[in-house]
Protein backbone atom coordinates (compact mmCIF):
# COMPACT_ATOMS: atom_id res chain seq x y z
CA UNK A 1 0.00 0.00 0.00
CA UNK A 2 2.88 2.38 1.04
CA UNK A 3 4.36 1.72 -2.42
CA UNK A 4 1.48 2.50 -4.37
CA UNK A 5 1.04 5.98 -1.93
CA UNK A 6 5.01 6.63 -3.00
CA UNK A 7 4.44 5.99 -6.56
CA UNK A 8 1.14 8.23 -6.44
CA UNK A 9 3.62 10.48 -5.17
CA UNK A 10 6.00 10.20 -6.80
CA UNK A 11 4.25 11.01 -10.56
CA UNK A 12 2.10 13.78 -8.88
CA UNK A 13 5.74 15.83 -8.53
CA UNK A 14 6.62 14.21 -12.13
CA UNK A 15 3.28 16.10 -13.22
CA UNK A 16 3.62 19.14 -11.68
CA UNK A 17 7.43 19.35 -13.22
CA UNK A 18 6.27 19.00 -16.37
CA UNK A 19 3.53 21.26 -15.69
CA UNK A 20 5.97 23.54 -14.88
CA UNK A 21 8.01 23.01 -17.48
CA UNK A 22 5.15 23.67 -19.94
CA UNK A 23 4.72 27.12 -18.41
CA UNK A 24 8.33 28.02 -19.13
CA UNK A 25 8.15 27.12 -22.64
CA UNK A 26 4.59 29.23 -22.90
CA UNK A 27 6.56 32.25 -21.66
CA UNK A 28 9.15 32.30 -23.72
CA UNK A 29 7.35 31.36 -26.77
CA UNK A 30 8.97 28.24 -27.31
CA UNK A 31 8.06 26.27 -30.72
CA UNK A 32 5.94 23.37 -31.81
CA UNK A 33 8.50 21.03 -31.52
CA UNK A 34 9.66 21.91 -28.24
CA UNK A 35 6.18 21.75 -26.86
CA UNK A 36 5.97 18.43 -28.66
CA UNK A 37 9.38 17.18 -27.54
CA UNK A 38 7.77 17.91 -24.29
CA UNK A 39 4.68 16.37 -23.90
CA UNK A 40 6.58 13.16 -25.27
CA UNK A 41 8.61 13.12 -22.66
CA UNK A 42 5.94 13.35 -20.14
CA UNK A 43 3.80 10.71 -21.48
CA UNK A 44 6.38 8.17 -21.58
CA UNK A 45 7.50 9.12 -18.60
CA UNK A 46 3.96 9.20 -16.40
CA UNK A 47 3.12 5.85 -18.23
CA UNK A 48 5.89 4.50 -16.56
CA UNK A 49 4.52 5.36 -13.24
CA UNK A 50 1.10 4.12 -14.50
CA UNK A 51 2.58 0.71 -15.75
CA UNK A 52 4.34 0.15 -11.92
CA UNK A 53 1.79 1.08 -9.91
CA UNK A 54 -0.60 -1.37 -12.30
CA UNK A 55 1.68 -3.96 -11.71
CA UNK A 56 1.71 -3.20 -8.06
CA UNK A 57 -1.70 -3.72 -7.16
CA UNK A 58 -2.33 -6.49 -9.78
CA UNK A 59 0.91 -8.36 -7.52
CA UNK A 60 -0.97 -7.50 -4.45
CA UNK A 61 -4.29 -9.20 -6.05
CA UNK A 62 -2.17 -12.19 -7.21
CA UNK A 63 -1.04 -12.78 -3.62
CA UNK A 64 -4.11 -12.00 -1.76
CA UNK A 65 -5.80 -14.23 -4.37
CA UNK A 66 -3.55 -17.08 -3.72
CA UNK A 67 -3.91 -17.11 -0.02
CA UNK A 68 -7.11 -17.16 -0.05
CA UNK A 69 -6.91 -20.55 -2.27
CA UNK A 70 -8.35 -19.13 -5.42
CA UNK A 71 -8.50 -20.05 -9.25
CA UNK A 72 -6.54 -17.57 -10.56
CA UNK A 73 -7.07 -16.47 -14.40
CA UNK A 74 -5.18 -18.35 -16.86
CA UNK A 75 -2.43 -17.30 -19.08
CA UNK A 76 -4.64 -18.44 -22.16
CA UNK A 77 -7.51 -15.73 -21.02
CA UNK A 78 -5.85 -12.64 -22.98
CA UNK A 79 -8.11 -10.18 -21.94
CA UNK A 80 -7.75 -10.67 -18.31
CA UNK A 81 -3.52 -10.07 -18.75
CA UNK A 82 -1.35 -7.25 -20.36
CA UNK A 83 2.13 -6.83 -20.82
CA UNK A 84 4.52 -4.00 -19.98
CA UNK A 85 5.46 -1.74 -22.92
CA UNK A 86 8.96 -3.26 -22.75
CA UNK A 87 7.38 -6.32 -22.94
CA UNK A 88 9.39 -7.58 -19.70
CA UNK A 89 6.27 -7.84 -17.53
CA UNK A 90 2.66 -9.42 -17.72
CA UNK A 91 0.52 -8.59 -15.03
CA UNK A 92 -3.16 -8.83 -14.33
CA UNK A 93 -5.17 -6.54 -16.97
CA UNK A 94 -7.95 -4.13 -15.67
CA UNK A 95 -10.79 -6.37 -16.19
CA UNK A 96 -8.44 -9.84 -14.78
CA UNK A 97 -7.90 -7.44 -11.19
CA UNK A 98 -11.86 -6.65 -11.37
CA UNK A 99 -12.10 -10.47 -12.26
CA UNK A 100 -9.63 -10.97 -9.10
CA UNK A 101 -11.14 -8.91 -6.51
CA UNK A 102 -14.49 -10.10 -7.35
CA UNK A 103 -13.07 -13.70 -6.48
CA UNK A 104 -11.67 -12.59 -3.57
CA UNK A 105 -14.66 -10.71 -2.25
CA UNK A 106 -16.95 -14.01 -3.00
CA UNK A 107 -14.04 -16.23 -0.62
CA UNK A 108 -14.10 -13.71 2.21
CA UNK A 109 -18.27 -13.37 1.79
CA UNK A 110 -18.13 -17.30 2.19
CA UNK A 111 -15.78 -17.60 5.06
CA UNK A 112 -17.62 -15.15 6.93
CA UNK A 113 -20.59 -16.86 6.45
CA UNK A 114 -18.82 -20.45 8.03
CA UNK A 115 -17.48 -18.56 11.10
CA UNK A 116 -21.17 -16.78 11.55
CA UNK A 117 -22.76 -20.31 11.46
CA UNK A 118 -20.74 -21.54 13.80
CA UNK A 119 -21.91 -18.87 16.52
CA UNK A 120 -25.72 -19.01 15.35
CA UNK A 121 -26.22 -22.29 14.92
CA UNK A 122 -23.97 -23.52 17.73
CA UNK A 123 -22.65 -21.10 20.63
CA UNK A 124 -26.34 -18.51 20.66
CA UNK A 125 -28.55 -21.95 21.73
CA UNK A 126 -25.77 -22.73 24.11
CA UNK A 127 -26.18 -19.66 25.80
CA UNK A 128 -29.98 -19.52 25.43
CA UNK A 129 -30.09 -22.98 27.05
CA UNK A 130 -27.46 -21.93 30.41
CA UNK A 131 -29.49 -18.63 30.77
CA UNK A 132 -32.43 -20.96 30.90
CA UNK A 133 -31.18 -22.93 33.21
CA UNK A 134 -29.54 -20.24 35.18
CA UNK A 135 -33.15 -18.75 35.37
CA UNK A 136 -34.68 -21.75 36.60
CA UNK A 137 -32.06 -22.51 39.20
CA UNK A 138 -32.80 -18.87 39.88
CA UNK A 139 -36.49 -18.93 40.30
CA UNK A 140 -36.43 -22.68 42.29
CA UNK A 141 -33.68 -20.61 44.98
CA UNK A 142 -36.20 -17.97 45.20
CA UNK A 143 -39.17 -20.16 46.12
CA UNK A 144 -37.57 -22.39 48.64
CA UNK A 145 -35.75 -19.58 50.37
CA UNK A 146 -39.17 -18.17 50.78
CA UNK A 147 -40.63 -21.10 52.81
Excluded at 139 to 144: E, P, Q, T
Amino acid sequence: MFKIWRLKYQRWRAQTAYNRDEQALVKRKASQAEFAELNADEYFNLRLFDEEIDRTNALRLWREGNALDLEMPEADQKEMWTSSEDGQHTFLSIKGRARVRQLIDIEKARRFEVRTMWVTRIVLPIIASLVGIIGAITGLVAVLHRK
